[in-house]
């Protein structure tokens, strides 16, 4: 998820929904004779779910294929995720309303349980929203890169610097060690924004490089750009599958789904023959 891939983003994430507490707060201060510290303590709870809900329900709509589903099926789906955020959110918030606070101000609080389910609602529809929003950008995003650096521009007649060596394997920081994760072992790598996502069969591990810079200098024998987000590795690919209209998606050996370009797809057909 986006928002929580590095510090600023999940400060930001965390800022929206803290935010999101007080101005509910507020807005249930003329339903209930509670104190506000009350009042907020309610919301916090409620905001602090709803922001976990959220992360959980981004990850189910990037693996989930509800493109593929006839419109009745996909609104059903839609519907019942709405229905399982919302009915976790508040009842899961009344429970640590009763356990923190209270049973007395619990019975008072239940008269906010409209304005909860509503607000619930409405954050489910604009984070759906948001979430094919970004995913249609993507989509219609060019797949090249602007070059950013002098020296990763290819010279004429080479797809490739001619002092660029390949890479073996990739280090990364964690907290508090330095991981060395061999070329082989990535299944694949997604953009996120200026990092990358490396997902070996291990882990998944940030590191603050441009997709160019990987696509350079990984073995092209192994990894190819099917995505302007991903670069797979032809080793861990289980099955390609065709969704839509002129659409493919490449099912990796750990799970995940992930979306091809018409031209990743072509390349994908070349290296595998």
């Known amino acids: 998820m986006p928002l929580i891939e590095n510090r600023v983003r999940i400060f930001i994430y965390a800022f929206i929904w803290t935010s999101y507490a007080v101005l509910h707060a507020v807005s249930v201060s003329w339903l209930v004779s509670l104190p506000f510290w009350t009042l907020f303590a309610d919301a916090l709870f409620h905001a602090v779910l709803f922001a976990g809900l959220c992360i959980i329900l981004w990850i189910v709509l990037q693996n989930g294929k509800y493109e593929t589903l006839m419109p009745l099926q996909r609104i059903l789906c839609y519907g019942i995720l709405a229905v399982t955020i919302v009915a976790l959110g508040t009842g899961t918030g009344y429970f640590l309303d009763y356990v923190f606070l209270g049973e007395e101000d619990v019975y008072a609080l239940v008269s906010t349980l409209p304005v909860k389910a509503l607000a619930g609602l409405m954050l489910y529809v604009i984070f759906v929203l948001s979430f094919y929003i970004d995913l249609q950008r993507t989509e219609t995003e060019p797949e090249t890169e602007p070059e950013t650096e002098q020296s990763e521009k290819p010279e004429s007649g080479q797809n490739t610097p001619a002092d660029t060596e390949l890479l073996e394997r990739i280090m990364v920081k964690t907290k508090q060690t330095i991981k060395v994760i061999p070329v082989n072992d990535i299944v694949y790598l997604r953009s996120e924004g ?32 099917v995505h302007r987000s991903y670069i797979v590795n032809i080793e861990y690919i289980s099955a390609i599958e065709s969704y839509g209209k002129q659409n493919q998606q490449a099912l990796m050996k750990n799970g995940d789904w992930l979306k091809v370009s018409p031209a990743g797809y072509k390349a994908l057909k070349s290296a595998l023959r």
């Open 194 to 225: 200026d990092y990358v996502m490396i997902i070996s069969g291990d882990g998944k591990y940030l590191k603050e490089q441009t997709m160019k810079y990987f696509e350079s200098r990984l073995p092209k024998s192994l990894f190819i750009r």
